[in-house]
């Protein structure tokens, strides 16, 4: 059985920064693309940052570039997103998710396993 479970999330302030943290089991973990996506109250689930199995290659959102980064430790079966200079306009559910096949992608039915997310608040 396939889990991904998100821990780091919380209220800041704007300007400042969060770690989040998936850790996932089940799964061949380095044979998956890692995803991040985020929803906010009445708005349409959106793609926030991507990595491919290896690690080497990521891909952001433009919301996001130069403010966020994904990382992964295959060692560990765990993907981070390390959020910086955070906005009032970034708050939502985070979700974690896994796309078989290993290469990075903004489209989300291409993941095939989601996490429960993890609420991130940022206040002005």
């Known amino acids: 059985q396939v889990q991904l479970v998100e821990s780091g999330g919380g209220l800041v302030q704007a300007g400042g920064s969060l770690r989040l943290s998936c850790a996932a089991s089940g799964l061949t973990f380095n044979n998956y693309a890692m995803g991040w996506f985020r929803q906010a109250p009445g708005k349409e689930r959106e793609f926030v940052a991507s990595i491919d199995w290896s690690g080497t290659y990521a891909y952001l959102a433009d919301s996001v570039q130069g403010r966020f980064t994904i990382s992964r430790d295959n060692a560990k079966n765990t993907v981070y997103l390390q959020m910086n200079s955070l906005k009032p306009e970034d708050t939502a559910v985070y979700s974690c998710?896994?796309?078989?096949?290993?290469?990075?992608?903004?489209?989300?039915?291409?993941?095939?396993?989601w996490g429960q997310g993890t609420q991130v608040t940022v206040s002005s």
């Open positions: 998710t896994a796309a078989a096949g290993g290469h990075t992608s903004p489209y989300y039915k291409e993941y095939n396993y």
